[in-house]
């Protein structure tokens, strides 16, 4: 069955405004390392954008059911382009981007929410591939972009374009980035509303955070939706880091700058884009924790990424870890989506994984901020890394077969209802 036309607004709407926020992080690192600030301000960029995900969990993901999922995304881009004008007014980089994340963290449950309202369970795995494809894609583009942007060739024509206000690269960089919001913004005009029902937000607004801590509740005691929820916030909160681990990485393995070094982050994106499409082509619904064991082999390597020291090696080793990444994360966030919408709905379970998710990167990102402060390698932060993931990975692994064992006939049916729900159109 074809993808329905709103599909493909949801995409490009998606690319625009993913593309924005990887060049925007590479633009506000530069902004950061040409203001002279100290090395753990830039660390703190991720956990900084994860802040507001985590505060406002429990309200963003109402407010993305109690209205058109696309005017939700269209308020969203707006908040973004906020956050970049505050950071050309002077606002402190870390602060601003801040704000970037507010944006993001009511965009996101817009976005995969909608995915399961306007597209049959059959298609989930399928349309998640492709817009977690399409995400990497923006974000292989987004981190070249940005780095192009604050390249010093190309910073004079920028400047030359004699905006009031923008009197250096990053200031130009972060100019360009807030059209690229605009775009994404108009093609939020387009898409389609859904015929899911709206849920109307309470007037009681603290009544919500109840009702979260419910949903929580409920995605961690459902015997599939504890191990796919457990492994996509590993996973998140990991790979949201490796943003900026990847940047210092390469200035201390292969002595790179924020233009070269940001191609390294597009180099894992490439991967993970092939691992994406191909999860999408290959892995079932129903069979999607047969790939749990690929995250200990990708906890393994990138515990040995800190003995690659040549740019010929770190290529081809950086394109294998992202397709395990990629491999992984699209049939878990699959199973993971068509669970909680049947718990709860669509904008509350998205809303329940991304606070799980960034509370993950803000807690690992807090933390390397904190060992960058004391003087931490970049080495040592890696291995570190890598080590967490396999112990983690292993523990999930056996989690699942625990519950394999312990309720074998609930995990039965809630495969046959995988299968079945799959099956549909």
């Known amino acids: 069955m074809p993808m329905k036309r709103g599909f493909y607004t949801i995409m490009a709407a998606q690319f625009f405004s993913s593309l924005a926020d990887n060049a925007l992080f590479v633009a506000a690192v530069e902004l950061l390392q040409s203001g002279g600030a100290p090395h753990w301000q830039g660390a703190a960029l991720v956990p900084m954008f994860a802040l507001f995900y985590v505060l ?10 109690s209205r058109p999922k696309g005017r939700v995304m269209l308020i969203s881009n ?11 007014l002077g606002g402190h980089p870390v602060l601003a981007y801040a704000v970037v994340g507010l944006g993001a963290a009511a965009y996101s449950p817009a976005k995969y929410g909608i995915l399961t309202e306007l597209l049959p369970p059959s298609q989930l795995v399928k349309a998640n591939g492709w817009i977690e494809g399409l995400t ?10 940005g780095g192009q942007l604050v390249d010093p060739r190309l910073a004079p024509t920028l400047l030359a374009l004699g905006v009031p206000g923008i009197a250096t690269a990053p200031q130009a960089a972060i100019a360009a980035l807030m059209v690229v919001y605009a775009v994404a913004a108009a093609f ?19 009544s919500l955070l109840g ?15 504890q191990i796919t929820l457990s492994t996509t916030t590993l996973f998140w909160g990991v790979s949201g880091n490796m943003r ?11 002595g790179y700058g ?12 490439v991967g993970t884009a092939v691992g994406a499409v191909w999860a999408s082509l290959q892995v079932r619904l129903e069979r999607a924790c047969g790939v749990l064991p ?16 040549h740019p010929g090696l770190a290529v081809p080793f950086l394109i294998v870890l992202g397709v395990l990444a990629g491999f992984i994360v699209v049939p878990m966030n699959a199973l993971l989506q068509h669970r909680g919408h049947n718990l709860m709905g669509a904008g509350r379970s998205i809303a329940v994984q991304n606070f799980n998710e960034q509370a993950c990167i803000l807690g690992l990102g807090a933390l390397y901020s904190l060992l960058s402060g004391l003087g931490l390698h970049a080495f040592a932060t890696i291995a570190l890394l890598g080590g967490a993931v396999i112990l983690a990975m292993l523990a999930i692994m056996l989690w699942y077969r625990h519950n394999l064992r312990r309720y074998p006939k609930e995990m039965a049916r809630l495969r046959v209802l995988a299968r079945s729900d799959r099956a549909q159109g």
């Open 136 to 145: 990497i894609g923006s974000i292989i583009l987004g981190v070249v972009l």
């Open 244 to 254: 900026y681990i990847v940047l210092a990485w390469a200035a201390a393995a292969l």
């Open 258 to 269: 924020t233009t070269r070094a940001a191609s390294l982050i597009g180099v894992v994106a």
């Open 56 to 65: 406002l969990a429990p309200w963003v993901g109402a407010f993305a059911d």
């Open 211 to 225: 009702d979260f801590w419910q949903c929580n509740a409920r995605l961690w005691t459902d015997r599939l939706g």
């Open 294 to 309: 690929l995250g200990v082999l990708m906890g393994a390597l990138l515990a040995l990424m800190v003995f690659v020291r």
């Open 188 to 206: 939020n005009l387009g898409i389609p509303r859904s015929e899911a029902p709206l849920r109307p937000m309470p007037a009681r607004k603290m």
């Open 78 to 88: 707006a908040v973004k382009i906020a956050g970049c004008l505050l950071m050309l």
